[in-house]
Nanobody, 119 residues
Framework: VQLVESGGGLVQSGGSLRLSCVASGSIISINTLNWYRQAPGRQREFVAGFTAGGNTKYADFVKDRFTISFVSAKSTVYLQMNNLKPDDTAIYYC??????????????WGQGTQVTVSS
């Protein structure tokens, strides 16, 4: 199983980016999907995600600015980020609880994608 993020970059304050995370490998089911971020000198924090029931949840600091979505046919989760602020600068990570063909469920992380917002 592998999670690969893309879509990060440098953007001005108020701009937008869309992050993507593709899951691949011997996957039976993707149970939960989340985006986290980690800024320099800070702990990794939750940004947005889907619960096992398929509901979305967001951190308070991104509500009404970020939108998470999932395209099952592509095994891809997206994070649309609008009205970006310098405080959003961080490495963004995709996380998923995945059941593989051996019926084992494991939490997987991607390698991260850098988002930098200039003021």
């Amino acid at each position: 199983v592998q999670l690969v993020e893309s879509g990060g970059g440098l953007v001005q304050s108020g701009g937008s980016l869309r992050l993507s995370c593709v899951a691949s490998g011997s996957i039976i089911s993707i149970n939960t999907l989340n985006w986290y971020r980690q800024a320099p000198g800070r702990q990794r924090e939750f940004v947005a995600g889907f619960t096992a029931g398929g509901n979305t949840k967001y951190a308070d600091f991104v509500k009404d600015r970020f939108t998470i979505s999932f395209v099952s046919a592509k095994s891809t989760v997206y994070l649309q980020m609008n009205n970006l602020k310098p405080d959003d600068t961080a490495i963004y990570y995709c996380n998923a609880d995945i059941t593989n063909t051996a019926r084992s469920t494991t939490s997987w992380w991607g390698q991260g994608t850098q988002v930098t917002v200039s003021s």
